[in-house]
């Protein structure tokens, strides 16, 4: 949580960035889409593009575009474990549907440590909003992928 405070904060320090540089969701949509593992090349694509445009060169934009790119695969990971989360219920009932619950919460911490720790250690230099936020985006998308595959037995 402390995570998200820190990188929600970027963005509310700086309300001019948050209108310039932006993410295009349906290239985040497109990568989830045509993903056939949790690590494809397109992970960081959209945050790329968004970097090419005014204002996301700088720190604070490279910051609000790698955010802008986690934004969406955060939304496309809560769909999927809803998705998840229904096809556990239908394979294995309510207790394995509360283990992914479980798996999840444990999950969110996990990734939350893991990138505030990444910020910690440079959190003397500008770049730490930056290498914060690309572990946040490259961590979520893995997720949202994970969570579209698991329980299937194809």
Same mark, same amino acid.
């Given at each position: ?22 993410? &295009?969701? =349906?290239?985040? $949509? ?18 790329? /593009?968004?970097? &090419? %445009?005014?204002?996301? &060169?700088?720190?604070?934009?490279? *910051?609000?575009?790698?955010?802008? %790119? /986690?934004? +969406?695969?955060? !939304? ?18 309510? !207790?394995?549907? =509360? ?5 999840? *919460?444990?999950?969110?911490?996990? $990734?939350? /440590? !893991? ?8 959190? &003397?230099?500008?770049?730490?909003? +930056? +290498? ?10 893995? $997720? /949202?992928? %994970? ?8």
């Amino acid at each position: 949580m402390k995570l998200a405070w820190l990188l929600g904060g970027l963005m509310l320090a700086s309300p001019a960035l948050a209108q310039e540089p932006s993410v &295009d969701p =349906n290239a985040v $949509r497109t990568c989830f889409d045509g993903a056939k593992d949790t690590h494809p090349g397109c992970i960081g694509e959209a945050a790329a /593009a968004c970097q &090419d %445009e005014p204002g996301g &060169d700088t720190t604070l934009g490279i *910051s609000a575009c790698l955010q802008g %790119e /986690a934004q +969406v695969w955060d !939304d496309i990971a809560k769909s999927q474990y809803k998705a998840a989360r229904a096809r556990l219920l239908e394979q294995g009932g309510t !207790d394995l549907a =509360n283990m992914l619950l479980d798996a999840q *919460s444990a999950w969110g911490q996990y $990734r939350d /440590a !893991d990138c505030g720790l990444l910020y910690e250690i440079w959190k &003397d230099g500008t770049i730490r909003t +930056v +290498v914060a936020s690309q572990c946040y985006l490259e961590r979520t998308a893995q $997720r /949202a992928l %994970e969570l579209r595959d698991l329980g299937r037995m194809e």
